[in-house]
């Protein structure tokens, strides 16, 4: 059987940076031609950026995308790359589609593309349009209706776009009809928790139906609230894991593949869902084998060997996750450091230390905002947190702004706690506005679901690392990160008081979490039923809640959704959790129970 | 013929309160039966309220709206109206949907329903789903495949629901197949400026298509960013309107129609793209004629006129559109009084007006908060505005909040000049939260469009009546409704002298807009294409703009999405503004030009 050394690029890439994207490629290009590879691939929409949302409804945009493929194919023949197939992801528009009420504008395409010999030798679009969760392809997109094929070394590679192998039909049974030797999918499928499992059941499925071998080639980073978590993966037609690539980093999975050869009366025509065979032929005969000890994987992030990289521990992964979705937005927006107000509690110090994981303690600062109830245990945490981390660190009390207020106005209750977290949130401003910080919000999952925060105050920021993170993991991510900081041998980053003491916002005296607020291990589930599983309130009584707590919880959670409207994006974790796949009126007068 | 005596109710509803719109549907459908109404129809999504977003995918939400369409068909009966055929739109699910991946959990479907005797005797689900703009709904439904036709009065009437007449195919040329003697599409379509001329047009053409006497049942109201204006309109089977209901108010039309009778060898079977034929028959007998003199329509909201309400002129319209958002917003969301920073400037001066409007002066309250850079001219005409408005006035310096943070921080040029915004909005959060005042953020699709505004400052509130409107309008509306006050012997409510000074945010001394922008008209021109028409770079300089200008502006735009993420929600007036239409990444290093 011939053979073929497949490259799968993991990598990284910025929405709308056609020019930094191109480079990026032909860097990575570069790097797989020196492994010896025969095929080379970059994840879907590589080019442009994923997602690129309605960008893709504007025709410059679309046009450039199309004018940087051609030059990325002229550039890689110019640098001697030529020869070597490359399979990119980008956008492109269909020609066939006529104009429709109720089409994207431009006919828009979520397209990937065979380069080889400094020309675009074979084009197609995405099949399944996936319009659910963070999706809404059906609003920027129409589908592709072939099925692309390409001759790499004698063997037959049928080409797919993510989707396309989560939903049943098309371009898997159409692969298996095309007889290819090789089903390559490239992908941007954002992270999830749990999905990495999923997505290595679902690619063993695919290969089978698709009777061949099959090469998942994921996504690497982060935009905006999505993140990417990489783990590529290879599997046999059996569904026999090949390769598998690292989680969290960008690297280049070099995989020797003993395939089928093309058949001689290969099929043409219409096939499967009523996909066009689109074959094209670049290389008839087989590759030279190479020595199987040359085959390993490399990594910018670090680099290991093998074909099957090491797993993270669900903990180290959600960590991940909440670190790479926070470097990549600090450094898309253009910023180099952060600001975080630290109040001595445990949120604001999770996101210290996933902050200095993410930009370096040196990039990090802190300040802490005391008022008269502010306890001394937690101006005592905050320093100490600044000491175990070497994160910047200031002080500036917020009483004289307060009187000021005071003074002017008649305020009582909650309207006085509000204040006091509103004077933090404009002092944070002011000193980004003064000296060039992005700010954190510290909200995590739990008290945005129930509006326990205060808007303009500490919702303040452009980003919440841990908004999609219920208290209950923001204990456990946050002993996790200690734990590891003893196994390198380093300083545990978070005050170890931080993680003990009863949580409190400190906005009146002796004032904590639970006097508002059912336990948070109660609550958590709870907002599980209800906002991740869109449970109603008599199915989580049934599930064993106290019926008036559940009516209670799911109130404060329905009142909450103005409130989190105008929370600043965040890293998404969970399938329906508060980043962009969860959509409900803020006017709703609808009740639970 | 026989003469069919149709009502059409465009009223408002509120989603989620299945209860309360019920309650609705029965007060105008006793007041229809009291007009001599032989067919009543209600607006699309009447009984859960629309958009419901995703509710559609709650289980228990669904679960409800079935319930209650049933108990409504029988609060109907118990009423004395189950003799009357009523027409509801509501929401249901496909019980012959298999569950597939990518479809919408549970299958919901946007449903229409006949009630009769106390029954539900026919139903049906929208065929064509919009997915762009606003629209969402391959997110949240499954499509229908009947095409449903009631019997009445002798009389097949077809029926559809808005996207169904908005698509090619489908409904319109299946009720010509079906041989139907009447088409009724019931709508929840949003308001967009100028669309009233896009709908009858397309309401003219449909009904040539279809072949019958085509009526179009509008909604009518504000639900979160949409609004919705009304204007149902009937035309005859040559397209002549036959109807058309007063903008912007609800109203029961009742108007009589002679139709065709049934034909005798009805067709069956499978029509026009794929849809079944459903037939349900009421009553063969056609309706003993009325007297053509009582037919009128009537409306909760004062006046009528006829079959042919009188038109609002494009300024009175918009305006017309802010109010009725607004006011929806207030009261959907529990509120009674609105609180607004009154800067002495045309923008909150236009929000004051359109509040006192919306829930009147004496629930309208006004804070002037002028700092050391504040002008006398800017005190004196928020007192002005106060004055001839008869709206809650009051004055709070805010020198000492200012000093409390300059003795504590160094502060300079952006960070100093957005201190006193932010200053501001943590006043007017505090009197909100004390008072229990919903408070309106001021600022313009210009401002926005380019991030002219202070985050967490004057963008702090509830919701942004003019937050669509682009400051060139901002001026036409204030002229208009000062214009219109005189028309009424009224006093104008807008100051002549906001109108007429020259725009400044007065953070620093001098400061006026065009030192950072260009003069609003070619602002603004710039703007509607880029934003709203999606033009690239180089279309905008081809179209006559300077090159230099117009890079800067897109500039601008583009790093502004952040702001806007945040900014709370607003009318939504134009089909490409900043409400829920334009949703563009936010870390984008896409650059025009």
């Known amino acids: 059987m011939p053979q073929l050394r497949l490259a799968l690029n993991q990598i990284d890439s910025s929405v709308g940076d056609l020019a930094g994207n191109a480079e990026t490629i032909v860097r990575w290009t570069r790097h797989s031609a020196e492994q010896g590879a025969h095929l080379v691939a970059f994840p879907e929409m590589v080019l442009t950026g994923y997602p690129v949302e309605d960008l893709a409804l504007r025709s410059s945009f679309v046009e450039a995308s199309r004018a940087g493929l051609r030059a990325l194919a002229a550039r890689l023949a110019e640098e001697g790359l030529g020869g070597l197939p490359v399979i990119v992801g980008y956008l492109d528009r269909s020609a066939a589609a006529q104009p429709k009420y109720g089409q994207p504008a431009g006919a828009p395409q979520n397209a990937g593309a065979v380069l080889y010999g400094g020309e675009v030798v074979l084009g197609f679009a995405k099949h399944h349009l996936p319009n659910y969760g963070v999706f809404d392809e059906f609003r920027y997109f129409v589908p592709g209706d072939t099925m692309p094929v390409v001759r790499v070394g004698g063997v037959d590679v049928a080409l797919a776009i993510c989707e396309d192998l989560w939903q049943d039909g098309g371009r898997v049974p159409a692969a298996r009809s095309a007889r290819a030797g090789l089903l390559l999918s490239i992908n941007a499928s954002p992270y999830e928790r749990d999905k990495d499992d999923t997505r290595l059941e679902l690619v063993r499925k695919r290969a089978q139906e698709a009777g061949c071998t099959t090469a998942y080639l994921a996504m690497m980073g982060g935009q905006d609230e999505l993140v990417f978590d990489g783990d590529s993966i290879v599997v046999d037609r059996d569904g026999e894991v090949v390769a598998r690539a690292p989680q969290f980093a960008e690297a280049c999975v070099v995989v020797d593949l003993e395939l089928p050869g093309a058949v001689a009366d ?13 074959r094209v032929v670049l290389s008839e005969e087989p590759a030279p084998a190479h020595d199987a000890g040359e085959t390993g994987e490399t990594g910018e992030a670090g680099g290991n060997a093998g074909g099957y990289a090491a797993r ?12 790479v979705g ?8 253009g910023f180099r450091s952060v600001l975080i107000g630290l109040s001595g509690g445990i949120d604001s110090a999770l996101v210290a230390a996933i ?22 245990h937690s101006k005592d945490d905050a320093a100490e947190l600044a000491r175990r981390t070497g994160l910047n660190f200031r002080t500036v009390a917020i009483e004289p702004m307060f009187d000021a207020y005071m003074g002017a ?11 006091q977290s509103r004077l933090r949130g404009t002092l944070l401003m002011a000193l980004s506005n003064e000296e060039g910080h992005i700010v954190l919000a510290p909200g995590n ?5 129930v509006g326990y925060s205060t808007l303009y105050g500490d919702s303040v920021g452009a980003y919440g690392p841990i908004k999609d993170v219920y208290k209950t993991s923001v204990f456990r991510l946050a002993e996790w990160r200690n734990r590891a900081a003893v196994q390198r041998g380093q300083t545990p980053p978070i005050p170890e008081n931080s993680i003990s003491k009863p949580p409190s916002a400190e906005l009146r ?21 209800y906002v991740d599983q869109d449970r109603g309130a008599d199915e989580i009584v049934a599930a064993g809640f106290d019926a008036e707590l559940v009516a209670k919880t799911l109130r404060m959670v329905d009142r909450a959704e103005y409130k989190r409207r105008q929370y600043p994006p965040g890293t998404k974790i969970s399938p329906k959790g508060f980043g962009k796949d969860r959509r409900l009126p803020i006017t709703n007068g609808w009740r639970e129970g």
């Not at 290969?266 to 689109?278: F, Q, S, T």
């Not at 106005?409 to 204040?419: C, D, F, K, R, S």
């Open 355 to 376: 902050a200095c994981d993410a930009v370096g303690a040196e990039n990090v600062y802190g300040v802490s905002m005391p008022s008269k109830y502010s306890s001394e």
């Open 326 to 333: 926070l470097r990549a937005y600090v450094r898309k927006n």
């Open 312 to 323: 993270l521990d669900d903990d180290e992964e959600v960590y991940s996750a909440l670190v």
């Open 445 to 449: 999952k739990s008290e945005l679901a």
């Open 266 to 278: 290969a099929p043409e025509g219409v096939v499967d869902d009523g996909l066009r065979i689109d």
């Open 409 to 419: 106005l008649e305020l009582t209750g909650l309207a006085e706690e509000n204040l």
């Open 509 to 529: 005296p002796g004032q904590v979490d639970t006097d508002s607020l059912p336990d948070y291990p109660v609550l958590d589930a709870i907002l599980a039923l």
